[in-house]
Nanobody, 122 residues
């Protein structure tokens, strides 16, 4: 079973940047995704990338501000978050599943990390 460990969360002012990383125990042909969950809200899709890194999907709310990337040699997937807004505050989760498409639904992923907190302040 693949294990995922997120890092890079923290406190940042609105307009600032953070880079989240997710280290996987193994990658194989896994699609990887980032999701987030704010207090009192359901977990929602943020970004996903396919195995080769050639295809990605983004939530409308983050498109143009966030960039997902992966380094298969290092078994890591990253989420560069720029121009952060107050509404980006949430626990961010890394997720994985077998398959080569950048899936966008929570229910399509079966492997999850523990999450890392991102707090954007005014």
């Amino acid at each position: 079973q693949v294990q995922l460990v997120e890092s890079g969360g923290g406190l940042v002012q609105a307009g600032g940047s953070l880079r989240l990383s997710c280290a996987a125990s193994e990658f194989l042909t896994y699609a990887m995704g980032w999701f987030r969950q704010a207090p009192g809200k359901e977990r929602e899709f943020v970004a996903a990338i396919n195995w080769s890194g050639e295809r990605s999907n983004y939530a409308t709310s983050v498109k143009g501000r966030f960039t997902i990337s992966r380094d298969n040699a290092k078994n890591t997937v990253n989420l560069q978050m720029n121009s952060l807004k107050l509404e980006d505050t949430a626990v961010y989760y890394c997720a994985a599943r077998s398959g080569t498409y950048p899936y966008t639904e929570v229910g399509q992923y079966n492997i999850w990390g523990q999450g890392t907190q991102v707090t954007v302040s005014s």
